[in-house]
């Protein structure tokens, strides 16, 4: 089916996001922002600190990364929102010209059980870095990412943990509707786009009156949190499917924090248009690597006297020049290059398997694709994700 096809009946929304195409749920697209477009299906390298770990911001650019993700609740500790501002702004700080989303860090604030205290005004605790007392409101949150200049700010929400009881996962619910409207008000750059988050744990009847909540507050964009907090993985595909039912066409859908390459294409498949994770940076820091038939532990003895690449199919600088055997050394010997080189084959991986997706919904064979691509993942041990046990 031709792409002018697909298209016939899509419009841009308001938000400057416009649908391309679609194919058996998978959506190609278009997010327009002040620091220019980001094709989608998108995956969004980790940025936390407003850096990619062992990653120049130019290195990212040139694997083909058009939007990251940084942190705003450690950049606010770390130097500081308004020494940022002060600086020209995030984007100027760290040398990235293309969009910037920043996750609020509500989860992270949540996740210090110990050091926080959690009323309907926000979010009272203690720092992490150096121990003071701090607060975070909706209103402050949206004043945070104002001032480092993102391009996709989030709303602060309440991030209920993995199993909770059905009260504290209401209460988180309402908790994070009214977070949102407060947030909308706050808002004053109107550069910026801000997308609000659904929550509700697994219960289908909760992500409907949440979705519903954050939906007719008029967001730019629409997320999916408090997911992969402990559930089982099979709730997690349920949930996830069933809340992007609940989310406008007509604006981009954002799931947080997932996931493993078979991940992303089940949730492509979806309807989900917007990715991110920490697996293709850490892994690569720590010796593992994704390749088109599972990972690689390059620690594994058996990669000693190996020459050939990571992946024959893969054309990253890494692939390109140096095989298995230089990489198990260097991580043997604890060379810094180990975790470059490895971290820019993964995320090579992540982008490249976007692009993948997105000229299979082009050209309507979207099903098909997947099945391969998953078909070749699964094939190996572990379903695509430990493919290559270390020892």
Same mark, same amino acid.
């Given at each position: 089916?031709?792409?002018?096809?697909?298209?016939?009946?899509?419009?841009?929304?308001?938000?400057?996001?416009?649908?391309?195409?679609?194919?058996?749920?998978?959506?190609?697209?278009?997010?327009?922002?002040?620091?220019?477009?980001?094709?989608?299906?998108?995956?969004?390298?980790?940025?936390?600190?407003?850096?990619?770990?062992?990653?120049?911001?130019?290195?990212?650019?040139?694997?083909?990364?058009?939007?990251?993700?940084?942190?705003?609740?450690?950049?606010?500790?770390?130097?500081?929102?308004?020494?940022?501002?002060?600086?020209?702004?995030?984007?100027?700080?760290?040398?990235?010209?293309? /969009?910037? &989303? !920043?996750?609020?860090?509500?989860?992270?604030?949540? @996740?210090? %059980? *110990? #050091?926080? +205290?959690?009323?309907?005004?926000?979010?009272?605790?203690?720092?992490?870095?150096?121990?003071?007392?701090?607060?975070?409101?909706?209103?402050?949150?949206?004043?945070?990412?104002?001032?480092?200049?993102?391009?996709?700010?989030?709303?602060?929400?309440?991030?209920?943990?993995?199993?909770?009881?059905?009260?504290?996962?209401? /209460?988180? &619910? !309402?908790?994070?509707?009214?977070?949102?409207?407060? @947030?909308? %008000? *706050? #808002?004053? +750059?109107?550069?910026?786009?801000?997308?609000?988050?659904?929550?509700?744990?697994?219960?289908?009847?909760?992500?409907?009156?949440?979705?519903?909540?954050?939906?007719?507050?008029?967001?730019?964009?629409?997320?999916?949190?408090?997911?992969?907090?402990?559930?089982?993985?099979?709730?997690?595909?349920?949930?996830?499917?069933?809340?992007? &039912?609940?989310?406008?066409?007509?604006?981009?859908?954002?799931?947080?924090?997932?996931?493993?390459?078979?991940?992303?294409?089940?949730?492509?498949?979806?309807?989900?248009?917007?990715?991110?994770?920490?697996?293709?940076?850490?892994?690569?820091?720590?010796?593992?690597?994704?390749?088109?038939?599972?990972?690689?532990?390059?620690?594994?003895?058996?990669?000693?006297?190996?020459?050939?690449?990571?992946?024959?199919?893969?054309?990253?600088?890494?692939?390109?020049?140096?095989?298995?055997?230089?990489?198990?050394?260097?991580?043997?010997?604890?060379?810094?290059?180990?975790?470059?080189?490895?971290?820019?084959?993964?995320?090579?991986?992540?982008?490249?398997?976007?692009?993948?997706?997105?000229?299979?919904?082009?050209?309507?064979?979207?099903?098909?694709?997947?099945?391969?691509?998953?078909?070749?993942?699964?094939?190996?041990?572990?379903?695509?994700?430990?493919?290559?046990?270390?020892?």
């Amino acid at each position: 089916m031709a792409v002018a096809e697909l298209c016939r009946n899509e419009t841009a929304s308001a938000s400057g996001f416009r649908v391309l195409a679609v194919d058996a749920g998978a959506r190609r697209g278009r997010l327009a922002t002040a620091h220019g477009p980001v094709e989608t299906p998108a995956f969004m390298p980790v940025g936390t600190y407003g850096a990619v770990k062992a990653m120049a911001p130019w290195e990212i650019e040139a694997l083909g990364a058009e939007i990251i993700l940084s942190n705003a609740y450690h950049l606010s500790e770390r130097p500081g929102d308004r020494e940022v501002a002060a600086r020209g702004g995030l984007h100027r700080f760290m040398g990235w010209n293309q /969009a910037i &989303l !920043a996750d609020s860090g509500g989860f992270q604030v949540f @996740s210090l %059980a *110990a #050091r926080c +205290r959690i009323s309907d005004d926000g979010v009272e605790f203690r720092s992490h870095v150096d121990g003071r007392r701090r607060k975070l409101t909706p209103e402050s949150v949206i004043a945070i990412q104002e001032n480092l200049g993102v391009d996709v700010a989030m709303v602060l929400d309440h991030c209920p943990a993995g199993g909770a009881p059905r009260a504290e996962v209401e /209460a988180a &619910l !309402a908790r994070t509707s009214e977070w949102a409207r407060r @947030s909308q %008000a *706050a #808002r004053r +750059r109107t550069d910026q786009l801000v997308f609000g988050i659904v929550q509700g744990g697994t219960d289908a009847r909760l992500r409907e009156r949440s979705a519903a909540d954050i939906v007719a507050l008029g967001f730019d964009g629409h997320a999916v949190g408090g997911l992969s907090v402990g559930e089982s993985r099979q709730a997690t595909w349920e949930t996830a499917a069933q809340t992007c &039912l609940q989310l406008p066409a007509d604006r981009p859908r954002y799931l947080m924090g997932v996931g493993t390459p078979v991940e992303l294409i089940r949730y492509v498949g979806m309807g989900f248009d917007l990715f991110d994770c920490v697996l293709p940076t850490r892994n690569g820091r720590n010796g593992m690597a994704f390749t088109a038939t599972g990972r690689i532990a390059i620690r594994n003895a058996k990669h000693r006297d190996a020459d050939e690449p990571l992946d024959p199919e893969c054309g990253c600088p890494c692939c390109r020049n140096f095989g298995r055997a230089y990489l198990r050394h260097l991580f043997a010997t604890r060379e810094i290059l180990g975790a470059r080189l490895l971290t820019t084959h993964n995320l090579h991986f992540y982008l490249d398997l976007m692009v993948r997706l997105r000229a299979a919904i082009e050209a309507g064979r979207y099903e098909e694709e997947a099945r391969a691509l998953i078909g070749r993942l699964e094939s190996s041990k572990g379903a695509g994700m430990s493919g290559d046990a270390e020892r």
